[in-house]
Structure formats: C-alpha cells, structure tokens
C-alpha cells in the first residue's frame, strides 16, 4: 500500500521573522531562544489525526523560535507510524490518536529505546455526512454499527427509517495504520468485523472528497478534519441516551456531552534522542508549553494545564541529567 507523506517545511520567510524579532525587541520580551539558537532537524510521524495541530506546532516553532532548526512532520497513520518509530535511528516522536500497545512497548524494550508518552489534547470520533443529505438529523451508537458492521442487517438508508431514501449506505473510513480506525474497532464496534464494502481509506484528505461527492456517503474520523471542512460535510449528531449531541470543541471535553466518542491524542519521545540532540529536547517542551494554546485552532479541545506541566517538568529534569 503506497503511503502518503506530506512534509511541514517552512521556507525563509525573512520578513515575517524579522517583523517577529523587531517586536519582540520592541516589548522588550526575548525569548530564551532567541539567545540560545539551535540547530539540525527534527523528525515527526505517525497519526493522520494528530497532524493539523502538531503541523502548527512546527511551523510556529520554526518562524518564532528556532529558524534553523527543521521540523518534518508526516502522518502515515498511528501504527505505521511506531514502525518508524521503534527502530534504531528512528523518528524523534510518534504522533497517536491512541496509546501505545503492550507488543509496540515490547518493541521498544527490545531495541534499547525509552520512550515517554506525552499527552496534547483531546479528540472527539465524528460522523460526517454529504451536505445534501437532508435526512440524517441524528443516529444513535446503535444505529453506527448495524450501518458498519458485517452482522448489521443495515444496508440502505431506508433500512434505518423507511422515510429515508431506498438507497446503498456508502461507509466509508482510516484504514489499519490509523489509530482512529483502532478506537472505532475496539472501543464503539467492540471488535465487531467490518462490512466488506466498507471503504477504508490512507488519506483523510481522500475520504473527504469521497462523502463531500456521494449523497449517500458517511464516514468517520477526528473532529479537527470535520472542523476544517466545514463547508464541504455536516456532522452527524449522536443521541447516547438524553438527546441529540454534536460534536464540537465543548462537548469533546473530558466532562463533555460526547465524552462517550472522546480520547485523548499523544505525541511519544524517544527519550535518548532528546538527551542526545538539544533541538529535540527544545522542541518537545515547545509542545508542552503550547499545545492547548494551538488545540482549538485545530479542531482539539485542550487537557488540564496540570498534566502538561508535569509532563514538562520531567522535560526540564531529563535536560539537568
């Protein structure tokens, strides 16, 4: 299967680095950084989902803190991803819509490389639709796995209401390597086998296009794609049980009215690789430090500023080592 890599490089934009510098110089607010400048790359992969906000995250990193350090970002989904990862000279962090499998730990244990789980932000499981869908007003969880699952008897619209139209249910969603095709499998079917036509898909981008043309299309992923194709998809409410909730940055929140579709999103370190190059080290508490600042930009909702902290404080101490 060919993977799809997209690369966050950020070219001299002189002018914009040079209005930043003269107005910090003008607040009379320096950065740290701006007299401890590094250099060198650092190399990102891993969840589709995670993507938009640690794509952010770079770019900012790379025009306000560090120009001279290169921050790649790719998304070849959550497992492919730790594949990456977990080999010797691997990528620097691993982006994941999950946490990380007791086989992938093993894995690390058996090449010598510490990893630290870090926690950015919150993700709701959204249900997106065709815009001329004019039927759909809500489903319920139920509803979602008879129309995905291999024993649903859900075939055609009509089969959930016979108001809706006589026609086939095009489902459609991430493949394998995603980490959001693992937590709808695992935690909303239960390990219930997919439908065979189920399209499941590399590219979030792709399955878009896909729903955005087919009248009859739905398809799952994370909020922050839905929220960044507003104009092209409508969301499908979810009714667990007290009423209609669509998905949006208050109700993803832990203690949200769609806390049942909610997870939590992770970046993994490689621990030896942050004591061995400063860039990598520097642009993890980057992360930590502004992750929920970025979050809602990018169709997250933040975590306590608690858990980032402790986070960075082992960040700050594993820099004293």
Known sequence: MKMIRKTILVSAAVFALSACSQEKEESGTASANETSSLEGSVLVDGSGTVYPLMAKLAE?????EQEDVSVEV?????SAGFKKFLVKDGTD????????????TQTAKDEGIEVKELKLALDGLTFVVNKENDWV??????Q???IFTADGEVTQWSDLDPAWPKEEIKAMGPNENHGTYEFFYEKVLEEQDLKTSVNLQQDYSTLVSLVADDQYGIAFFGFGYYAG??????????????????PSLETIAEDGDYAAF???????????HAKEKPQVLDYAKYILKNANKMAGETG????PETESQENLNYLEELGNE
């Open 60 to 64: 900012t990193y790379m025009i306000e």
């Open 93 to 104: 962090f691993n982006d994941a819509s999950r946490t990380i499998k007791e086989e992938e």
């Open 300 to 303: 997250f909702a933040p975590i």
């Open 74 to 78: 790719s998304r070849a989904g959550t």
């Open 229 to 246: 194709n507003q104009e092209k998809l409508q969301a499908v409410p979810v009714d667990f049980g007290e009423g209609p909730v669509e």
């Open 262 to 272: 909610t997870r939590p999103v992770f970046t993994y370190l490689n621990v030896g």
């Open 137 to 142: 007003d809500e489903l319920t969880p139920e």
């Open 144 to 146: 979602l796995i008879q």
